[in-house]
């Protein structure tokens, strides 16, 4: 194939990141992991070939456990790092996964100079700016995965309690990713139906609060391991979005300069992502209340941002 997509990661959700990339016919995909896991990403790779056979749209998978394999990706997809553990908050995870970041950022910009990345790894908006900051790759090229997620998240609850297709359920959820997201009611439509037309304000608020937890109720149920299939396919849309330039309009985690009255850091805003990544960002008049949730969700992210930046100092 035309296009090669490396992931970074061969656990839950980098398998099944490479498997939905092989299954729509993107690309050739790398899955790599770590050397200790030597075998791993290279056998789940011979059974994704093995079933790609069946799926009739042609492509290589293979398995890797040296990050040169990288090498001529365009899209590179990162999921290496811990997954959050019951009781466990996302900033628990922040030095543990720098840790595998930076290596494998080194390494895609030694390796892979052009790619477009699109990151996974918890906690998600401070991983995508230290992602952007080794590789020091142009910021619309470096993009976090959050939004897409935890809008289908909401999609499917409001699907859910009406009734209808997740298809036709529009939405829009900014801010970092976590407990702070901002979903944001005004701009969620059902077939194009205001949602407030069609959920009682009570429900809705309850569906919203879901949405937050929608990642820690996930946990609680799996018991080990954290939700895998919404955020390989969010990433995955993402990835597609950037391979075939469709210039979709969804939430990402992008760097903020000045925009939202933010600076020198990655947050859920509304972008434009097609060929050549991050194309736009798009602006929003946000009424008080959004914007100052918006603010408080940055500053979570910020204050993780100089920790990183403290331990870096300090080490
Ligand atoms: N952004 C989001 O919305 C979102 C959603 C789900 C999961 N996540 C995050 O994605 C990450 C992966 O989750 P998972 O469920 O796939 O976890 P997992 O434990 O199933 O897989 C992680 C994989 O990373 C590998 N790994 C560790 N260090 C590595 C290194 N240095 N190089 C290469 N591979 C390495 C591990 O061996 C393991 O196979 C976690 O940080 C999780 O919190 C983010």
Not at 13 to 31: M, P, Q, T
Not at 91 to 119: F, G
Not at 169 to 186: E, I, R, T, Y
Request: contains cysteine.
């Amino acid at each position: 194939m035309k296009n090669k997509v490396a992931v970074i990661g061969a656990g839950n959700v980098g398998a099944s990141a490479a498997l939905f990339v092989a299954e729509r016919g993107l690309a050739d995909v790398v899955l790599i992991d770590r050397p200790e896991m030597d075998g791993m990403p290279q056998g789940k790779a011979l059974d994704m070939q093995q079933a790609a056979t069946l799926w009739h749209k042609g492509g290589t998978i293979t398995g890797a456990t040296d990050l040169a394999a990288v090498k001529g990706a365009n899209v590179v997809i990162m999921t290496a790092g811990f997954p959050r553990k019951p009781g466990m908050s996302r900033s628990d995870l922040l030095k543990a996964n720098a840790e595998i970041i930076v290596p494998a950022a080194q390494a895609v910009k030694q390796h892979a100079p052009d790619a477009y990345v699109v990151v996974v790894t918890n906690p998600l908006d401070v991983m995508a700016w230290l992602f952007w900051k080794t590789t020091g790759f142009p910021k619309h090229r470096v993009v976090g995965m959050a939004g897409i997620l935890d809008s289908a998240r909401f999609r499917a609850f409001l699907a859910m309690e009406l009734g209808v297709s997740g298809t036709d359920v529009q939405a829009m959820v900014l801010g970092g990713h976590g407990d702070s997201m901002v979903p944001l009611p005004k701009y969620t439509t059902v077939g194009g139906i205001s949602v407030s037309d069609l959920v009682p304000a009570d429900r809705l608020a309850s569906i919203i609060e879901r949405t937050r937890n929608g990642g820690a109720e996930i946990v609680k149920l799996l018991k080990t391991g954290s939700a895998y299939y919404a955020p390989a396919m969010s990433a995955v849309e993402m990835a597609e979005a950037i391979l075939t330039d469709q210039k979709r309009l969804v939430p990402c985690s992008v760097l903020l300069e000045g925009e939202y009255g933010l600076n020198n850091l990655f947050i859920g805003v509304p972008v434009m992502l097609g060929g050549k990544g991050v194309e736009k960002i798009v602006p929003l008049q946000l009424d008080a209340a959004e914007q100052a949730a918006l603010t408080k969700s940055a500053r979570d992210v910020s204050e993780m941002i100089a920790e990183l930046e403290g331990a870096a100092k300090a080490g």
